[in-house]
């Protein structure tokens, strides 16, 4: 039915760019939430930003502290993508990043507020 789908994942050096992106199918893309969060193996996932449409072209982003400055979320709801904008990348970026949907939730900074989710893409920052 849903499925989000990541890429764009790969190896950087420390201090490059990358851009992720998120192509979602089977639901209707104005009516949810989409954030990006992270992963790494034994600990929480971690948010690190989500972006709310508002109506019309007016659309609010919310960055982690630790991405701020430097990742820029986007997203198009006629191509039902979703995109995040990696730049100055250092080697505790790397983890999974995941894309996610969510629906009816005043707070979207945490990953149990989100109802679907994509397989995943890793990123690797090298030193």
């Known amino acids: 039915q849903v499925q989000l789908v990541e890429s764009g994942g790969g190896l950087v050096q420390a201090g490059g760019s990358l851009r992720l992106s998120c192509a979602g199918f089977g639901l209707t893309f104005t009516k949810y939430a989409m954030g990006w969060f992270r992963q790494v193996p034994g600990r929480e996932r971690e948010f690190v930003a989500h972006t709310i449409w508002s109506g019309g072209s007016t659309y609010y982003a919310y960055y982690a502290d630790s991405v701020k400055g430097r990742f820029t979320i986007s997203r198009d709801n006629a191509k039902n993508t979703v995109a995040l904008k990696m730049n100055s990348l250092k080697p505790e970026d790397t983890a999974v990043y995941y894309c996610?949907?969510?629906?009816?939730?005043?707070?979207?900074?945490?990953?149990?507020?989100?109802?679907?989710w994509g397989q995943g893409t890793q990123v690797t920052v090298s030193s």
């Open positions: 996610a949907a969510g629906y009816g939730s005043s707070d979207y900074s945490t990953a149990n507020e989100y109802d679907y």
